[in-house]
């Protein structure tokens, strides 16, 4: 059974604080990804990599940063975290055919 | 103009109906498409995959591309309650690595 898995299901987080969601594949993907979903918005892309090291900005990377030590893992990070990035976090990762989820990070920054 | 579009909904339609979800995308030479399913508080989950004009049946579900009209669809027949779901149309951006791009869902809501 392919699994995406994330650290935490629910995180609250102060104003500016730094932030970690982190992403662990266990199908040996080369790409993986983090998407926030809002509702009315759907899932908008914030980082991706092809490639361990390697990273491509989404459409709406401003105040995130992505690190990829490894290749089955894919962090994403809140530089300094702020009220509207309170959102829900969907990591996946894909081969050509299909995205897999993991559970999803409710993060409520206060 | 958005990049993948669709009818937020909510859509409703009785137990047994054909549902019929529609996608509109703006980038011509797109190559790739998705419909995923997404229950409340869960992650999406795939349902079809297209890479054809014309369509594709697996099960209930019939996906139907128009690459010149830039639209696709997912027909699910004999409807069920258990798929009241969030349907996602997806866009593949590339052929390296599959960028998806995700339209906003349309919330569809089957009948008893």
């Known amino acids: 059974d392919v699994k995406v898995t994330q650290s935490s299901r629910y995180l609250v987080k102060r104003t500016g604080e730094k932030v970690f969601l982190e992403c662990v594949q266990d199908?040996?993907?080369?790409?993986m990804f983090w998407y926030r979903q809002d509702p009315g918005l759907g899932l908008r892309l914030i980082y991706f990599?092809?490639?361990?090291?390697?990273?491509e900005k989404g459409d709406i990377p401003e105040g995130y940063s992505v690190s990829r030590e490894k290749k089955e893992r894919f962090s994403l990070i809140l530089e300094s975290a702020s009220t509207n990035q309170t959102s829900m976090y969907l990591c996946?990762?894909?081969?050509?055919?299909?995205?897999?989820f993991g559970q999803g990070t409710r993060l409520t920054v206060v | 103009q958005k990049e993948v579009e669709q009818n937020s909904g909510p859509l409703s339609v009785p137990e047994g109906a054909i549902a019929s979800l529609n996608c509109t995308y703006s980038?011509?030479?797109?190559?790739?498409f998705f419909w995923y399913r997404q229950y409340s508080g869960k992650s999406p989950e795939l349902i079809m995959s297209?890479?054809?004009?014309g369509d594709k049946e697996d099960g209930r579900f019939t996906a139907q591309l128009n690459k010149a009209s830039q639209y696709v669809s997912l027909l699910i027949r004999d409807s069920q309650p258990s798929d009241s779901a969030t349907y996602l149309c997806?866009?593949?951006?590339?052929?390296?690595?599959?960028?998806?791009?995700f339209g906003p869902g349309t919330r569809l809501s089957v009948l008893p």
């Open positions: 996946a990762s894909s081969s050509r055919d299909e995205a897999f």
């Open positions: 199908m040996d993907h080369e790409n």
């Open positions: 990599s092809y490639d361990v090291k390697m990273k």
């Open positions: 980038d011509r030479g797109s190559q790739s």
């Open positions: 297209i890479y054809s004009n």
């Open positions: 997806a866009v593949g951006r590339d052929n390296y690595g599959q960028n998806f791009v």
